[in-house]
């Protein structure tokens, strides 16, 4: 679903992925004006069932040019910031409680080229998590691929989970261009770490390290990460709050 501010709400239907490695996709306007680097704040907002948010989601739009949330929930509220932020918000609804959908949503100043949606069904409590593929023009006449993920969370074993990051490895795998694969990825005990990692490596990705890293824990292992490609880390920073459970990270990019 894309939210833009005065237009009517839009239902965006898949894309073959065989567009992804073709150069034939549409041209649009850069997501970039020119060079000098971009930031991408990555934040599980748990449904916005915390104070605070607004001021926090306020703060992350200011400093960056992406921004990718996990447990988005489309509340009226959450539909009037995007409006009034000028943002460009595509959303995968993954389930709705009771009545809005909640799922990833990447909110970006330009509209993206290619959309993909991706669901995975939790095994016990059978609710879906998603994941959204965006590709956006680059100013450098590159395009930027954008993954924005919520991992399945409860299973038995790492057969499920592995395959939700093998379904987006066969998008990774064919775009010819910079990368970014961020989100929740509830990478809890060593054996979904493993997994996260070596997919990194077959996908040819670097992952994001942070200094002050407060990033939320579970077990002893953070569940945010953030991964790229063809792009050089400017800084990384991980923000404290207590407007969700998790903490925002960004990371601030050049090409």
Not at 48 to 72: C, F, G, M, R, Y
Not at 124 to 140: A, N
Request: with cysteine; proline share 6%; net charge neutral.
């Amino acid at each position: 679903m894309r939210y833009v501010a005065g237009q009517p709400v839009e239902r965006v239907f898949p894309v073959s992925k065989q567009l992804v490695g073709e150069t034939s996709r549409p041209l649009g306007e850069p997501l970039l004006a020119d060079n000098s680097g971009f930031s991408v704040a990555i934040w599980n907002i748990h449904k916005q069932q915390h104070p605070l948010w607004q001021n926090v989601l306020a703060s992350l739009t200011e400093k960056s040019d992406l921004i990718l949330l996990q447990e988005a929930q489309t509340t009226p509220d959450l539909l009037k910031f995007v409006a009034a932020s000028g943002l460009v918000a595509d959303q995968v609804p993954a389930f709705a409680i009771p009545q809005h959908p909640s799922g990833v949503m990447t909110l970006a100043s330009a509209s993206p080229i290619y959309c993909c949606p991706l669901r995975e069904k939790e095994p016990i409590i059978r609710l879906s998590k998603s994941s959204l593929i965006t590709i956006y023009p680059l100013s450098d006449d590159r395009q930027l691929m954008v993954v924005n993920v919520h991992a399945i969370n409860f299973s038995f074993g790492i057969d499920v989970y592995s395959r939700q990051l093998n379904n987006i490895g066969i998008y990774i795998s064919i775009h010819d261009g910079p990368v970014i694969f961020a989100g929740d990825f509830n990478a809890w005990s060593r054996r979904r770490f493993k997994v996260l990692e070596r997919f990194a490596q077959r996908m040819g990705l670097k992952e994001v390290y942070f200094n002050d890293d407060h990033r939320t824990i579970v077990f002893g292992k953070p569940l945010d990460f953030v991964f790229y490609r063809e792009l050089n880390v400017l800084s990384a920073t991980v923000l404290t709050t207590v407007a969700s459970d998790h903490n925002p990270l960004i990371v601030r990019f050049s090409l």
